[in-house]
């Protein structure tokens, strides 16, 4: 994790200095559901990469995973083929990275307490980043059913203590969300998933669920006193919720125009004003895919892992 | 061979009819070459693919493949990722079997007498084609190359003499054009192989190769007094130059409508004038991959055949 969130540093930044060719991807669909084809280049992570991730609802019935995926990588030199790499954990590893970096460059330095949000696949690596940003001392765990946040206490306190001392507390009192420095979202929520008098006035929110222009996890109150930093500004003002149905309904104009991450973190825009919540969205972008994806396939070719076929 | 052109008559009519999603491919480019994403889907093939095809002129001095490529096939039930299939094998297969069907369709019925324009990795599978759709008694080779004419006649005179009797020529008098029933044109030459005065009134033409807007394997001459037919009208009048460089050229309008294959295949579009040549020009489709792709996908599993991998 310390390693993926240094690559969504780069990857950021490189997608905000236009130095990642990552094209609209492309969407198939049938009455079952949907592949979605994400491409993406850099000369800096010397591969070519393309995500191909199917999201089938009815999956969950028949044991398979939801959203499975696989990401192919074509070398940069010569165009070969090079590797098939499954794409759920590393889906799941970057998203979790892109809360990290988002943490590091966002939250209050002396972050103590932290809240997280939704305890499905992804929410172990949104715990991961969060404790390898900050040194919180506590992180509570909320979730729609009380039994998964205890059990998401009980599968990750080893993860917490061993990752700076931090405690687990699940399903805690919701006034204690007034003196948290970290809210992080990973829900399928529509609607929000706490009010704006339940926050303090300087917490950062990392609000990376919730998928699609009709769905929001942080309400609009506490968006418009916010600073909102996305990963993708192009990206987000026509698929994030949070940012499409504020304009939806004439909160805000069309010249909305929130900062990027990979800009802060290149130094060209600077975040002034403290004194206000900070909201980190995401939507997810291939340039987080192609880094992470350029990383693995050289780890396993220096180590020999992997298994070879022949085509 | 004669299953490949059955499975382009069903992709053609599906592709004109419109029940073929086939979006415009995507495009990653660096210094060295190009890689080009094309996906596709149809409930009558039954699955997803995407093709991940690349060209890297350079390949050629590494003793690498020029076009190296990949499929691959996810389920059309469960949006699962089935199968990793080699793509330069099928690509050469489905580009015979585009001109097998259209020689079938097209070309004379007695036709005895063929040609066929260049002798490289294409080529034995267009001559295969050519074979399958009808009774030729000599094929005449031609290669910019004489020396490569003569070994392709030996590589492929057992595969002419078994597919019904065919005698191969080599570097033939260019007079022997004027009786050819069909003329096949696999090269990258970027002007017309032969001249107009050289052939006959009721020749069918297959132009194949000349992949690019500024290439045309046949002459304006022959174009303007033949009848058109392309794989897929939208594709030709951006891609293919014997249509585009008409066009710049003036000799034809905005309006210039072509038929398609897929449309008289289904009965929609009807050739009413055989007085006159015709010519088939494809710079093929999504489709085509698609349908041989769940047809080898098929038959490796129902034969166990293939290689598994875990992800």
Known sequence: MPRAIELMKSAYRDLSAGNVDSPLRTVLVNDNGTVLYKPAYSD???????????VFPANVEKGLPVTPGIIVVNSAETGMPLAILEAGYLTSLRTGAAT?????????????????FGTGGQARHQLEAMLCARPFEKIYIFSRKPEKAIQ????NAELAGSLGNCELVANP????????????????????VFGDDEI???????????????????????????EVIVDQRAACLVEAGEICLMRDAG???????????????????????????????????AAQDLVCSAEIYRHTEANNLGVDAEL
Not at 44 to 54: E, H, T
Not at 264 to 276: C, H, V
């Open 44 to 54: 800096d992570a010397g591969i070519f990469c393309v995500k191909v991730v199917s």
């Open 100 to 116: 990290g970096i988002a943490t590091e460059v966002l939250a209050p330095q002396e972050s103590k307490a932290g809240a997280l």
């Open 200 to 226: 303090s006035d300087t917490v950062h929110i990392n609000a990376i669920g919730s998928l699609g222009k009709d769905r929001t996890e942080v309400s609009a109150e506490t968006l418009l006193r916010s």
């Open 251 to 285: 909160l805000i104009g069309e010249d909305y125009h929130p900062m990027e991450i990979g800009a802060i973190i290149a130094g060209d825009s600077i975040l002034t004003d403290r004194t206000k919540p900070t909201v980190f969205k995401s939507v997810g972008n």
């Open 173 to 192: 009192d919701r006034a204690v969300l007034k003196e948290c420095d970290v809210i992080t979202t990973v829900t399928t929520s529509p609607v929000a």
């Open 152 to 155: 998401f206490c009980e599968d």
